[in-house]
């Protein structure tokens, strides 16, 4: 009996002598190609967030003041005539602006766009350095694009026309097609597409 039981022990660890080397090159394979296919994954995933971190902070600065326009927002203890936000295309920053023009000259304060000798930056906003402004709808390759607010009647002016209905901002990651939109329109509506 107790040879039998001396026999199964012996071949218990017979059994437990580890893996091949077959069985160790094809999990090693395995890891491999799952690597292989996440790395890349993983990396689009970081771009994509942070374009749409970006998209998602301007659009978030467009409400901003939106709503200072509407609560009548002062400044110096006055409140002003417009507020809005002014940007070119490329990688360079937007600015958040008081549209307080120079009283008395030929630029007159809340004509409903920036005008960089006579407004005030209330803030510069540097984009992420993966992310550009790759377009506005309609366009900001020659002259800057903006979208201003003014307290008085509540309009919403896109690049200094009351009636133009909306304006689009494409945030892309460089040297990549992966695009956000930022659409803001006449009505206050703003969303990040």
Same mark, same amino acid.
């Given at each position: 009996?107790?040879i039998l039981h001396?026999?199964?022990?012996?071949?218990?660890?017979?059994?437990?002598?580890?893996?091949?080397? %077959?069985?160790?090159?094809?999990?090693?394979?395995?890891?491999?190609?799952?690597?292989?296919?996440? %790395?890349?994954?993983?990396?689009?995933?970081?771009?994509?967030?942070?374009?749409?971190?970006?998209?998602?902070?301007?659009?978030q600065d467009l409400?901003?003041?939106?709503?200072?326009?509407?609560?009548?927002?002062?400044?110096?203890?006055?409140?002003?005539?417009?507020?809005?936000?002014?940007?070119?295309?490329?990688?360079?920053?937007? %600015?958040?602006?008081?549209?307080?023009?120079?009283?008395?000259?030929? %630029?007159?304060?809340?004509?409903?766009?920036?005008? @960089?000798?006579?407004? #005030?930056? =209330?803030? #510069?906003?540097?984009?992420?350095? *993966?992310?550009?402004?790759?377009?506005?709808?309609?366009?900001?390759? @020659? #002259?800057?694009?903006?979208?201003?607010?003014?307290?008085?009647?509540? @309009? #919403?002016?896109?690049?200094?026309?009351?009636?133009?209905?909306?304006? =689009?901002?494409?945030?892309?990651?460089?040297?990549?097609?992966?695009i956000r939109s930022?659409?803001?329109? *006449?009505?206050?509506?703003?969303?990040? =597409?």
């Amino acid at each position: 009996m107790e040879i039998l039981h001396i026999k199964q022990f012996a071949g218990a660890i017979r059994s437990k002598r580890g893996f091949t080397l %077959i069985e160790l090159i094809t999990v090693t394979a395995i890891i491999l190609v799952i690597s292989a296919i996440s %790395i890349p994954n993983y990396r689009q995933g970081g771009r994509q967030t942070a374009l749409d971190m970006q998209a998602n902070r301007f659009a978030q600065d467009l409400r901003r003041i939106q709503e200072w326009s509407l609560a009548a927002h002062q400044v110096g203890g006055q409140a002003k005539r417009g507020y809005g936000i002014s940007l070119s295309q490329g990688n360079g920053p937007y %600015i958040i602006y008081l549209d307080d023009g120079n009283n008395g000259g030929s %630029i007159l304060p809340g004509n409903g766009k920036y005008d @960089a000798s006579f407004d #005030t930056v =209330q803030e #510069t906003i540097a984009l992420d350095g *993966k992310i550009e402004i790759a377009a506005c709808v309609p366009a900001c390759a @020659a #002259t800057p694009a903006s979208v201003e607010y003014m307290p008085s009647n509540s @309009a #919403t002016w896109i690049n200094g026309i009351e009636s133009q209905p909306t304006q =689009q901002i494409n945030f892309r990651v460089k040297n990549t097609s992966m695009i956000r939109s930022v659409i803001a329109n *006449k009505a206050g509506l703003i969303y990040v =597409q």
